[in-house]
């Protein structure tokens, strides 16, 4: 669920980000309006009250909910715009904070719930819009709480300028006013919550979106020289434990600048693609890896294989490439690769890269198209 809306929420337009914030805020203005209009009927609560001040304070609420309202029907037919709505969004982001503020102001800013409900506000803000028009609004309901608390040193209004004095004097109504107070402070904090539940899993879904573009080549979808180091360090390691060895493969495209002289470069492209796409079509999966290591080199790694088990998926490969047609079906091409491997036991990660380097390096030297393969014994404890 959490994550659920982390995703909705990532991938909505500026417009359906405006219109969510609409759709959250109205009910709520709302229901301060019921709640103050109920207060303020209600003869056993409305002594406790400066009824003229609440009153005047509707509205505000009254016109916010209707700027929100004009700027929602504004945005309804760009809901599917990706083009941001920067001036739409700061006047929806002031006019809730802005009323919040109001709000929490009239029953003292700072010993009272609404307070946590400007946090959520800003929460809010934070989950559905870019940082510039949440620090704006923020900015501009501090300097309101400043304002007021001003006005209150210098004796201009009361601290709780919508409560009267009586409320707190009375036993029986200033019990009712904490009862109130735990209630609205109570159900807050869990909205709060839930706010933060969501924003911690949009932060993890984008950490894992980061994660995996590290790790990851970007033209053929493989794991990248990265990926394929820490992959190798972790096998190293493996091997140490297990005692079981394992293969390292450099791979490398002959004459791949002719491919790219003949055919182009967007060619080429879709040619490094095939060949990342039959790599990992031919490797164990989930235990061997296929990376792409930057231009035309790629790389295997394949965990607990001996040399011969090494070489029946080299061969494979090979195999599978010779019959693969690339470029035009009408002037189709075939492309030939060389491989060099490493079968490791008790070696270090350098020393595998070293020898996969220098066995791909006799591949190529010996007339390409060719694997060469050698066991290595290295002396790691
Ligand atoms: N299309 C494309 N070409 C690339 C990319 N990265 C490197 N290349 C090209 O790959 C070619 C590699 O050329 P060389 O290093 O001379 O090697 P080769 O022509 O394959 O020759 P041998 O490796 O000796 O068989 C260069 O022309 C690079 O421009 C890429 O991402 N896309």
Known sequence: MRARMAHLLSSATPARRILLAVAVSLPFFLLVLFIHEQALSH????????????????????GASLINLGVAAWVWPRRDDAAPLACATLLVCLTIGGTYTLITILSGPYTSPPSLVLGGVLLVGLLLFDRRPVAITFAVCMAMLLAHDAGVLAGWWAYAPGLRPALFQDPAASEAWRGWRTFVFVSGFAVLLGLAMVLFARLDALHGQLDTLSHTDALTGLANRRRLMEALEAEVARQ??????????????????????????LQGDMVLRGLGRLLLAG???????????????????????????????????????????????LAPFTITVSMGGAVCSSTT?????????????????????????RTILGAVA
């Open 349 to 373: 990660s350098h020393q595998a890269l070293r020898e996969a380097d220098q066995q791909l390096y006799l591949a190529k030297a010996t007339g390409r198209n060719r694997i060469c393969l």
């Open 43 to 62: 003869p056993a609560v409305s002594p406790y009250l400066d009824t003229a001040l609440v009153r005047a304070m509707q509205w505000p609420m009254l």
């Open 240 to 265: 140490r434990r297990t005692g079981r060895p394992f293969c390292l493969v450099m791979i490398d495209a002959d004459h791949f600048k002719r491919v790219n002289d003949t055919w182009g470069h």
């Open 283 to 329: 490797v164990r999966s989930p235990t061997d890896l296929a990376a792409r290591l930057g231009g035309e080199e790629f790389a295997l790694l394949l965990p607990d294989t001996r040399l011969d088990e090494a070489e029946v998926v080299c061969q494979r490969m090979r195999e599978a490439l010779a019959r693969e047609r690339f470029g035009d079906p």
